[in-house]
């Protein structure tokens, strides 16, 4: 009988043992499977730390992705130097052309298209006394879904800033229309300066050479963005205060632009 009760005790003894180490191994896998819940739904220390740096003009996506990606973003960030030296290159060769040398656009086609007609004539001509096959001239036609492409996406600009400036001049908003005069009155005073092929070029130019510097020391500038950014707003927000807020507003009311 002892014996017998001896072994009952250390039976209820180990399935005690073993539903609390059970609990407890269940517990365990509970928590961590809500710490990896919560792991996996918290966001990372990087992530924060992206989301709080300021980037310039509200800029989310990578310098490449905002100048369209593909070969022309690969053209301006020199991706490819041959290739973006060559642009730059034809570019300044134009340039020098026409407003250096003084050279007329319509002279240049008309003389760059004699002297090509002139030497594939000849070659097609002279190619059955020299027994050499004649030029392959390829025929080039522009399709029609890129045309109708090109001229909705036109349409669509044209009447986005139709639509804008019709809300400026509507006194809608005080701050972009300030901007706007002062960006008009900025090209105005470029435009007395420089004609159309010289300004074309500086923007071309500018092209190849702001947004790659801006991609290695994008960081550095960003900081110094913000920091006027933040001066900007204070000044503007005293502006605003003293003057600008009682500046009477259009009577008319918004309507969407379709």
């Not at 000849?122 to 030029?135: D, G, H, Q, R």
């Not at 080039?140 to 109708?148: A, H, M, N, W």
């Not at 972009?176 to 500086?202: D, E, H, P, Q, R």
């Not at 923007?203 to 550095?220: N, Q, S, W």
């Amino acid at each position: 009988m002892a014996e017998h009760e001896e072994s009952v005790a250390e039976s209820l003894l180990e399935k005690i043992t073993e539903k609390f180490h059970g609990g407890d191994s269940s517990s365990s896998d509970s928590d961590g499977e809500k710490s990896s819940v919560v792991d996996s739904s918290a966001p990372s220390a990087a992530e924060v730390v992206k989301a709080k740096i300021y980037r310039l003009f509200g800029r989310e996506k990578p310098v490449h992705k905002v100048l369209g990606g593909g070969k022309p973003a690969d053209v301006f960030l020199w991706r490819n130097k041959k290739v973006s030296a060559a642009t730059l290159g034809g570019a300044t060769a134009i340039w020098v052309l026409f407003e250096l040398m003084e050279y007329h656009l319509l002279t240049f086609v008309c003389h760059s298209l004699i002297l090509s007609l002139a030497i594939m004539f000849l070659w097609s001509n002279a190619s059955t006394f020299i027994n050499k096959s004649p030029p392959r001239i390829p025929e080039v036609s522009i399709p029609e879904d890129l045309t109708v492409n090109i001229a909705l996406s036109l349409r669509y600009e044209i009447n986005w800033a139709f639509a804008a400036l019709r809300d400026i001049a509507l006194g809608r908003d005080l701050k972009k229309f300030l901007s706007v005069i002062a960006g008009l009155w900025v090209f105005s005073i470029i435009g007395n300066c420089c004609n159309f092929l010289t300004l074309f070029y500086i923007a071309f130019v500018t092209l190849h050479t702001v947004p790659p510097l801006y991609e290695k020391y994008e960081d550095k500038v960003d900081a110094f963005a913000e920091k006027a950014q933040t001066e900007f707003k204070k000044h503007y927000s005293v502006i605003h205060a003293k003057y600008l807020s009682k500046i009477p507003k259009g009577p008319l009311k918004d309507k969407k632009f379709q």
